[in-house]
């Protein structure tokens, strides 16, 4: 068996007379990134037109479990896809509850129409 010998040099103090500099960097790990959870959840819950708004809300949870993990790049890639599911589930809702109410309310003007001209044409007999 081959014993082998290991020596340890202990360093001192620098040999030079300059004083010692160092240099401290603050970095912020505090990146805001809105996940837009409760936006999804109102149009999943409220607007879910074509299910745009539970998708939406799948988005935002995958951004909040990204942001937990430490992911910013990937927090905001789910976080802007949500966004984006959202705006469009909110267009599309209100443009529906919009044309649904035209809809009715053209539809009874018409009916009145038709009423009045069956009892304009039940009183000429």
Not at 9 to 25: Q, W, Y
Not at 45 to 66: H, I
Request: proline share 2%; charged share 10%.
């Amino acid at each position: 068996m081959v014993k082998e010998e290991h020596k340890v040099v202990v360093l001192g103090a620098p040999h030079s007379s300059a004083p010692i500099m160092s240099t401290v960097i603050n970095i912020q790990n505090d990146i805001v990134v809105p996940d837009h959870i409760v936006w999804s959840l109102f149009n999943t819950l409220f607007m879910n037109c074509c299910c745009l708004g539970f998708v939406a809300f799948t988005y935002a949870v995958k951004s909040r479990d990204r942001k937990m993990v430490g992911d910013v790049i990937g927090a905001q890639s789910y976080a802007s896809t949500a966004k984006c599911l959202n705006i469009s589930t909110l267009v599309l809702s209100l443009l529906t509850i919009v044309l649904f109410i035209v809809f009715i309310a053209t539809g009874t003007l018409l009916s009145i129409k038709a009423f009045l001209q069956a009892m304009k044409n039940h009183q000429g007999y």
